[in-house]
């Protein structure tokens, strides 16, 4: 897939690192290449965390929800576990109003995330 993405997925041992690198996610086509990305990456190297890095993201679309949603989907049969750091207050307020922040862990950023076990409710 030669398509440019606004996504880089980095394996730190058995921790993947997605980092988005636009400050507005919201088009279709980059999010739906994204969420295909993401899919691959998770199958072929199946990793314990997958750590959804937001810093610079000042906007997203509702449909970035339904890629963590999908991403926790696939990452949850074979045990691991998807967590988000780096999210504007503003960005963590819709996690919060869709009751998605039960669902997911947030970290303030990529090194907490990185050296703290994944645990939640």
Not at 51 to 61: C, E, K, L, P, T
Request: net charge negative; charged share 25%; aromatic share 8%.
């Amino acid at each position: 897939m030669n398509a440019e993405t606004g996504l880089d997925i980095v394996g730190e041992g058995d921790v993947a690192i997605a980092l988005f690198k636009s400050t507005c996610i919201c088009d279709v086509e980059e999010i739906t290449n994204a969420s295909a990305q993401i899919r691959e990456y998770i199958q072929r190297n199946k990793p314990d965390k997958m750590i959804f890095d937001f810093s610079g993201v000042r906007f997203f679309s509702s449909q970035v929800l339904g890629l963590l949603l999908e991403a926790r989907a696939h990452l949850e049969p074979q045990g691991g576990k998807a967590v988000v750091c780096a999210l504007a207050d503003q960005l963590r307020r819709v996690f919060r109003i869709t009751n998605l922040d039960r669902i997911f862990t947030f970290f303030p950023d990529q090194q907490a995330a990185l050296h703290e076990p994944a645990s939640h409710s």
